[in-house]
């Protein structure tokens, strides 16, 4: 069973620019959320959605948007990019909302903002 | 104020024996999951272990065990025979509720283990 795919891995992009990441999830999984990972913050809840609807956000600007697809693929946008979005963005699936399920994560994408 | 906290940023223990990476948390919710996950170098986030709040016994998991005392509002992972392979950042994270999948993560704990 594949486990849970972010592309792309690395990236590099300018202040002003914007940027857009892609989740996959475990087959069957139905629930996807996003998390920031940073040296000084950790890591930080972006959102979650659940059958294409977003059903928690974090607390970051709206500079930071997402959606989720009828196949539950995801993708989160990042726009007019700063110099403090440089972070790993981990993406994970579960099977429900909530419950005892636990989150599987991809590896990552590692963005770097110049 | 912090809702999971380890204290220990950096652990260092010989291989084969056992260690405990520190984790309390904090809740007024009366239903919480407490997890336990592993980060390698590669950065993808391994899930090791749960414990819910309602669960009467310790969580056990191959080497992986949780110390949950609820009323210290503990929940510490126990490494027994411990690995090169498990040298990695350790983050404890805590669900509240159970109508999401939102976790709230605390800083990590750098485990090195030496030969």
């Known amino acids: 069973k594949a486990g849970v795919t972010q592309t792309p891995r690395y990236l590099i992009k300018t202040r002003g620019q914007q940027v857009t990441l892609s989740c996959s999830p475990i087959?069957?999984?139905?629930?996807v959320s996003w998390y920031q990972q940073t040296p000084g913050q950790g890591l930080q809840f972006l959102f979650e959605?659940?059958?294409?609807?977003?059903?928690n956000k974090g607390n970051f600007p709206g500079r930071f948007s997402g959606r989720q697809f009828s196949n539950s693929r995801s993708e989160m946008n990042v726009s007019t990019l700063e110099l403090g979005d440089s972070a790993l963005y981990l993406c994970?699936?579960?099977?429900?909302?909530?419950?005892?399920?636990?989150?599987?994560f991809g590896e990552g994408s590692r963005l770097t903002v110049l | 104020a912090q809702k999971i906290t380890q204290t220990q940023p950096g652990m260092f223990v010989q291989e084969k024996e056992a260690v405990t990476l520190d984790c309390t948390y904090d809740?007024?919710?009366?239903?919480?999951?407490l997890f336990w996950y592993k980060q390698p170098s590669s950065g993808e986030m391994i899930f090791l272990i749960y414990?819910?709040?309602?669960?009467?016994q310790n969580a056990t998991e191959g080497r992986y065990s949780l110390n949950f005392q609820k009323a210290r509002k503990s929940a510490n992972l126990v490494i027994s025979a411990s690995q090169l392979g498990d040298s990695a950042m350790y983050f404890c994270?805590?669900?509240?509720?159970?109508?999401?999948?939102?976790?709230?993560f605390g800083k990590g704990t750098m485990l090195l283990v030496s030969p």
């Open positions: 994270a805590m669900r509240e509720g159970s109508g999401y999948s939102t976790l709230t």
């Open positions: 959605y659940f059958s294409e609807t977003q059903r």
């Open positions: 087959s069957g999984h139905r629930s």
């Open positions: 414990q819910g709040s309602y669960d009467q």
């Open positions: 809740t007024s919710d009366p239903s919480y999951g």
């Open positions: 994970a699936s579960s099977v429900n909302r909530g419950g005892t399920g636990e989150l599987f």
